[in-house]
């Protein structure tokens, strides 16, 4: 059965078009199961349709039609269960259709064919004679069902975008990266150049010679400049990763080994690809954890050179035309090399939302999708597009109308921000007097230049993020440079630099973790305690950029137990009395706070108090760690839910008991920066919210609108309900009555 299971969905999955595909599967799946009658139903617009048979009338094909309601295949899809029955004609829900001429057939068999929850369509099995299918039989459709569901939605999602050359509409689904609208034209850049390229021989090795040098210096020019641009912004951070590409291309590293292959006969393409590959295999072979990984260094530099031989005009966008751009994935030189004016959006098939594309596209504040799947299984390079990330969609060939209403909710949107952005400025009260305070996620020195305005500091500094965009482990000096800069960008407001947090979702390149259960592992402060001589250093640098002043808070991530609090509280004495005796000038011992995102750590507060100053929320780990989903993951990313009431339960009393202890708490997950969040957490007594630079001023002026007092009131019915949905519908509510659906986007 398992072989035959097998061969079935292979057969269907290699089919080059949905019919195809379809008719395979009814043929096979009737020899199979010896059955007189194989057919399947799609379900398009609430509609069955007769999309394939083996045994029916074939002209009744796309002809027939039943909404879920009707008949006994609607009942299969409308219950999302089997129907298995000995004689279909005595049910009530039997209808007879006469064109597709099933007089004959007595026995039936329907299986739903269920993708993440969705009906996509229902297989059945017909026989003359009455008889029950046996259990077996049942369970070898059922299975069947089950292994062809993700096949059939994915043929389905490629005949839609091959549908009558895009004169149709067609609708992609993603994970939100960064919010935001964009219409734009598609630019595919995927365009993935292949490294492996056939070996060939040169006819003149003097050509061959001028366009290699001719494709290294348009690659050192394309490097130089996205380093200078950002240097200019102040991100050196990220200028760095350029800078080093630059230098492996001069003629004493790689780009030197490129021109001696071609010396020795071969053709451009096929001496970078030689080159390339002959050194990634070397740094594969080595023990050293950083110098395996400079494989990818090479491999990404050789597909770089390699585009400017193959298509030099590539990147060359017309100016002054903005594009979002689309590719398999997208690193951070390949987002670098857009000027910010032309890129509208981002979309890749592959990537996490916290991928180095996707981290600079925050800073950016460019709208993106990731993980939309069959997004490159067709020509979409120049078709006009409409990403809302806001809703995790893509529109491919919008009709005029659809263009129009997208172009409306841009507009009105850049009229909200203004309205926003003019009170940013003023302090963050409610109506009855709370005090708010609203602090900045940061990550990238680029986008902390404006914190002196609009907010009461950073709240929260990813160091990890100078950390993912080196080619090695900052020193202590770079550190330095780089968290002063941050203190600096603050203006004397204080600023919650978290230490290195890496692990799960943020692998280093230079530094690979592989687990099976990385949310679980080897991470956050697990991974600095464990490497003391990192966790010194970094710590070190702090204290040294903190200085005299009492502006550096050290943050803790994924805390778990006391032990970890005790053992970091000792390393940082050490850095501390290293660095007094070392330094002639007086160095001030910061605040300590842990980030509460373990669940373990809410029932251990009173012990937390006794040893740090602070605590500050990371409801996005919280809220998967206490509902047990991987957001990242998304077969089960809608479950996801941070208003789930447990969540809210959990917040409410970490706040409470942080108030008991006289434990000072704040928040800095993605829920502080949502409007409806922002209106819990006020409400439950949070008093410190840090969001992404977006959020900032759409949260002050949500909550300069509101009353505490009210605010109570709709906390105690939004935590007696069951479900998130419930939550957010008195939410909903709430922003009507107070006529603030403007601040939803």
């Known amino acids: 059965m398992l072989n035959t299971l097998r061969d079935i969905t292979q057969a269907v999955a290699r089919a080059n078009s949905l019919d195809a595909a379809l008719s395979l599967l009814v043929v096979q799946t009737r020899q199979a199961m010896a059955t007189q009658c194989c057919s399947i139903y799609l379900l398009e617009n609430q509609h069955l349709v007769l999309s394939a048979t083996e045994g029916l009338e074939p002209s009744s094909v796309g002809v027939v039609k039943m909404p879920l309601s009707e008949g006994l295949v609607g009942l299969a899809a409308e219950r999302e269960e089997a129907v298995n029955l000995a004689d279909a004609r005595i049910h009530p829900r039997f209808k007879f259709f006469p064109e597709v001429e099933e007089e004959e057939y007595r026995a039936f068999l329907a299986v739903p064919i269920i993708y993440q929850k969705m ?3 229902v297989i059945v099995v017909q026989q003359p004679n009455p008889r029950q299918f046996s259990e077996g039989e049942e369970a070898f459709l059922m299975t069947l069902a089950a292994q062809l569901a993700v096949v059939i939605r994915t043929l389905k999602n490629k005949a839609a975008i091959n549908d ?114 002959r050194y990634i295999e070397q740094f594969m072979a080595m023990d050293d954890p950083y110098l395996k990984e400079r494989a990818s260094d090479i491999r990404e530099l050789g597909q770089k050179v390699l585009r400017q031989l193959i298509e030099p005009d590539r990147l060359q966008l017309e100016p002054e035309k903005p594009v979002i751009l689309v590719a398999k994935e997208v690193d951070a030189t390949m987002l670098a090399e857009f000027p910010r004016y032309k890129l509208a959006g981002i979309v890749t098939k592959l990537g996490g939302v916290n991928a ?85 996620n940061a990550g990238l020195l680029s986008g902390i230049e404006s914190i002196a305005e609009g907010s009461d500091g950073i709240g929260l500094y990813r160091t990890e993020i100078p950390f993912m965009l080196h080619q090695r482990f900052p020193s202590e000096k770079e550190q330095i440079n780089v968290y002063r800069k941050v203190l600096n960008a603050a203006a004397s407001r204080p600023v919650v630099m978290r230490t290195l947090d890496v692990g799960g979702d943020k692998p280093l390149p230079y530094f690979p973790i592989k687990e099976d259960n990385p949310f679980l592992g080897w991470r956050g402060i697990r991974l600095s305690l464990d490497h003391p001589e990192l966790f010194l250093v970094q710590l070190r640098a702090m204290l040294q950029a903190g200085g005299e002043g009492d502006q550096l808070h050290i943050l803790l991530p994924m805390v778990s137990n006391l032990d970890e609090i005790d053992q970091t509280l000792a390393y940082l004495s050490q850095a501390y009395e290293e660095l007094n005796v070392e330094s002639e000038t007086n160095i001030t011992r910061p605040k300590v706070g842990v980030m509460l995102e373990v669940p373990a750590l809410l029932y251990q507060l009173k012990e937390v108090a006794e040893r740090v100053d602070f605590v500050s929320v990371g409801s996005n780990d919280l809220t998967q760690y206490l509902l047990a989903v991987d957001r990242n993951n998304p077969s089960v990313s809608s479950l996801f839910d941070s208003f789930h009431p447990s969540v809210l339960r959990a917040l409410k009393r970490a706040c409470d008991e942080c108030d008991e202890f006289n434990l000072d708490i704040s928040i800095c997950g993605e829920l502080a920066g949502e409007p409806y969040g922002a209106l819990l957490l006020v ?46 519908a008195i939410l909903q509510k709430f922003i009507e009555q107070h006529q603030l659906k403007d601040i939803l986007h």
Not at 182 to 193: Q, R
């Open 683 to 728: 409400a439950m007594g949070y008093t410190k919210l840090s969001m992404n630079q977006a959020s900032l001023a759409r949260i002050n002026y949500l909550l300069r609108r509101v009353s505490h007092e009210y605010l109570s009131e709709v906390l105690n019915e939004c935590l007696a309900v069951s479900n998130a949905q419930q939550v957010k």
């Open 164 to 277: 009558i050359n895009f004169q149709k509409q067609v609708v992609f689904s993603g994970t939100t990266a960064s919010n935001g609208i964009a219409i734009a034209e598609g630019f595919v850049l995927g365009g993935v150049i292949p490294l492996e390229q056939e070996d060939l021989a040169c006819e003149s090795i003097e050509q061959e010679t001028h366009r290699l040098k001719l494709a290294i210096n348009r690659s050192k020019d394309m490097l130089r400049g996205i380093s200078q641009r950002f240097e200019q912004d102040n991100a050196t951070d990220v200028a760095s990763i350029f800078s080093a590409f630059k230098l492996l291309l001069d003629d004493s590293s790689l780009g030197g080994e490129y021109i001696r292959e071609v010396s020795a006969g071969w053709r451009a393409e096929s001496a970078v690809s030689r080159v390339s590959l």
């Open 119 to 121: 009906v996509v369509g």
């Open 356 to 440: 180095h594309a996707a981290i600079l596209a925050r800073a950016l504040g460019v709208p993106a999708l990731v993980g939309v799947e069959q997004v490159l299984d067709t020509d979409i390079d120049t078709k006009l597009l409409v990403l809302n990330a806001n809703r995790g969609q893509l529109l491919i060939s919008p009709s005029p109308a659809v263009v129009n209403e997208y172009q409306l909710l841009i507009n009105a949107d850049v009229e909200k921000q203004k309205r926003f952005q003019a009170e940013l400025s003023l302090p963050t009260q409610t109506q009855d007097g709370k005090r708010i305070k609203l602090f900045l």
